[in-house]
């Protein structure tokens, strides 16, 4: 993953946890009917979480797609790391 794209995931993800902060562990419930990354913005932007447009897209996209947990290994993806290594 090139540098620019490791730091955009590295936001967003800090942005995850805050608005899990904010809206506790169910708070993807409160975006599941959003219909565009606008409308996301805007949620987001309502809890004082702002998103750039391409965190939005890609929230927005993951959001269409993602299951209600993520395995391990996902996590690990997303954090730069690998699965079961200890």
Same mark, same amino acid.
């Given at each position: 993953?090139?540098?620019?794209?490791?730091?955009?995931?590295?936001?967003?993800?800090?942005?995850?946890?805050?608005? !899990?902060?904010?809206? $506790?562990? @169910? =708070?993807?419930?409160?975006?599941?009917?959003?219909? &565009?990354? *606008? +409308? %996301? #913005?805007?949620?987001?932007?309502?809890?004082?979480?702002?998103?750039?447009?391409? !965190?939005?897209?890609? $929230?927005? @996209? =993951?959001?269409?797609?993602?299951?209600?947990?993520? &395995?391990? *290994? +996902? %996590? #690990?993806?997303?954090?730069?790391?690998?699965?079961?290594?200890?």
């Amino acid at each position: 993953m090139e540098h620019s794209s490791h730091e955009t995931l590295q936001q967003a993800l800090a942005k995850a946890r805050v608005l !899990e902060q904010k809206l $506790g562990k @169910s =708070w993807r419930e409160h975006f599941q009917h959003v219909a &565009s990354p *606008e +409308e %996301l #913005a805007d949620k987001c932007a309502d809890l004082g979480v702002v998103l750039t447009p391409q !965190e939005a897209q890609e $929230g927005f @996209s =993951w959001l269409q797609t993602s299951e209600e947990e993520l &395995s391990e *290994e +996902e %996590l #690990a993806q997303l954090a730069g790391g690998r699965a079961g290594v200890k």
